[in-house]
Structure formats: C-alpha cells, structure tokens
T-cell receptor
Framework: AQSVTQPDIHITVSEGASLELRCNYSYGATPYLFWYVQSPGQGLQLLLKYFSGDTLVQGIKGFEAEFKRSQSSFNLRKPSVHWSDAAEYFCAVGHSGAGSYQLTFGKGTKLSVIP | EPEVTQTPSHQVTQMGQEVILRCVPISNHLYFYWYRQILGQKVEFLVSFYNNEISEKSEIFDDQFSVERPDGSNFTLKIRSTKLEDSAMYFC????????????FGPGTRLTVL
C-alpha cells in the first residue's frame, strides 16, 4: 500500500536561511507526487507536483523539489526562507483506486521562521 | 482566482446529532472529494464523487456518512449520528479531471463533537 513519511514534525529556520523538508514515499508504480502548504486558517495550497520528466520541479513562491527514485524521496527546498513561509507543509502521493483517484498524505512538517 | 469554499469554518455539535458540512467546488470542476484530518494525524481520504455518485470511498466512510450534490454548486458531507471520534478538520477538494489533475482544497471545516 502507498504511504508517505515526513520525518520532521517541526523545523525552525532563520529568515534568509535555506530550507529542506524531507519526504519519503512508498508506492509500487511510478508515483505522482505533490507538496501542499497550509497557512493558519487556510486550505491546502499546491506548491508543486511531479508526474514525469525532469526530476527537479519548480513551484510557486520560490520552492523546488527533487524526485529521487533510488531513495524514494521527494524533498522540498527553498534557498532563502521568508517569514511568510511559516506554515505547515504536506507531501502527498497520488494514486488511482477503483475508478477514482486519491491522495495519500504525510503527517506534515510545521515550519517556524525566526527573524 | 477561483477557489473552493467551505461552510461553516467551525461546527460544534453534541454526540449523536446530525451535521452537514457544505462545500462549493470550483465551478467547472467535475470531481469532488472529502478528506479529514484528526488533530495531530495525517490528512485522510474519505470519498470521491463524480457524475452524481460515489466513485470510491475509504473504510472510514461508513454508513454514518453520506455525500450529495443537491444542486449545481454545492457538495455536502453528512454525518448522521456524530461520535466523539468524528472530531476533525474536514477538507473538501475538487478537480477538473481524474488522474493526475491537481486537486484544489478548501479551507476546511473544524468539527468538534462534545
């Protein structure tokens, strides 16, 4: 069965520092991978997605993620964090069910940014 | 930019009561979903809906749950007799097509069962 692991529950970084959020997945076929962000009181906003092709994916707000099949990972990165990036980040794998399609999420990583 | 909306933002109910959570998906979307997140746990798939019928449901989605698209804009999740363990954040999502298309999520309804 498919699963997603985000090993870091909470990460704190200084504003301007680089960021990497880890995501490992388990899925039998070629995965469709997503990163979503949730700010307080907001819904889940898509940051980026990987379906195929270039393993380095660019997203919104300056985020990127790299798909590494050999490591079953899809880590999210940002070279310089802004205070407004403080939020919770969810990695997800998409998979087809019986005539449907659903996302399996990780538990999320809460990002705090200190000035 | 079009967005998925959900009402209410917070619902408090007594155990055993019925609740209806409402969602307005993006207008040209055809596929609709409900997910939930119990505090401190993962976001979990509940059900998907297409062409006025359930496409797939998880084992969480038992007979106490139902979904409906009563008109051309709303998509509802009903819990007939709420239990304490139904307390969670419920997210609605929609997408234009099946498969690799992006699911757009609403802000969620926090359900508290007392």
């Amino acid at each position: 069965a498919q699963s997603v692991t985000q090993p870091d529950i909470h990460i704190t970084v200084s504003e301007g520092a680089s960021l990497e959020l880890r995501c490992n997945y388990s899925y039998g076929a070629t995965p469709y991978l997503f990163w979503y962000v949730q700010s307080p009181g907001q819904g889940l906003q898509l940051l980026l997605k990987y379906f195929s092709g270039d393993t380095l994916v660019q997203g919104i707000k300056g985020f990127e993620a790299e798909f590494k099949r050999s490591q079953s990972s899809f880590n999210l990165r940002k070279p310089s964090v802004h205070w407004s990036d403080a939020a919770e980040y969810f990695c997800a794998v998409g998979h087809s069910g019986a005539g449907s399609y659903q996302l399996t999420f990780g538990k999320g990583t809460k990002l705090s940014v200190i000035p | 930019e079009p967005e998925v909306t959900q009402t209410p933002s917070h619902q408090v109910t007594q155990m055993g009561q019925e609740v209806i959570l409402r969602c307005v998906p993006i207008s040209n979307h055809l596929y609709f979903y409900w997910y939930r997140q119990i505090l401190g746990q993962k976001v979990e798939f509940l059900v998907s809906f297409y062409n006025n019928e359930i496409s797939e449901k998880s084992e969480i989605f038992d007979d106490q749950f139902s979904v409906e698209r009563p008109d051309g804009s709303n998509f509802t999740l009903k819990i007939r007799s709420t239990k304490l363990e139904d307390s969670a954040m419920y997210f609605c999502a929609s997408s234009t097509t099946l498969g690799t298309d992006t699911q757009y999520f609403g802000p969620g309804t926090r359900l508290t069962v007392l």
